[in-house]
């Protein structure tokens, strides 16, 4: 059974930095992908970033690319997702999720909240001076 947890959100500043982390388990073979999607109130939720586990391919949001990293440690099972650069627009509760039936070309799926599984709690983050 898939299971995932997000940890690491929290309350900074605009220029500063924050890391999220979603510890994934459950998986079979590395045949899926894990995103982060975030959603504020009233508003869809929003891709933000995501890693193919069999090849480690990433993907951004424009929104995001340059300011936000996702990678991946294998041996603690864990994706994170490293964001810096903080802007109020940023503030967000932030879910990871995985994608366990993948479609290629993955760059016209991955953003899609709806090609996800499986999903985490979600953790705040908020971006205030």
């Known amino acids: 059974q898939v299971q995932l947890v997000e940890s690491g959100g929290g309350l900074v500043q605009p220029g500063e930095s924050l890391t999220l982390s979603c510890a994934a388990s459950?998986?079979?073979?590395?045949?899926?992908?894990i995103g982060w999607f975030r959603q504020v109130p009233g508003k869809e939720r929003e891709g933000v970033s995501s890693i193919l586990i069999l090849d480690g391919t990433t993907y951004y949001a424009d929104s995001v690319k340059g300011r936000f990293t996702i990678s991946r440690d294998a041996a603690k099972n864990t994706v994170y997702l490293q964001m810096n650069s903080l802007k109020p627009d940023d503030t967000a509760v932030y879910y990871c999720a995985a994608d366990l039936g993948l479609f290629f070309p993955y760059s016209s799926h991955w953003y899609k909240p709806l090609e996800y599984d499986e999903w985490g709690q979600g953790t705040q983050v908020t971006v205030s001076s």
């Open positions: 459950g998986f079979a073979s590395d045949y899926y992908a």
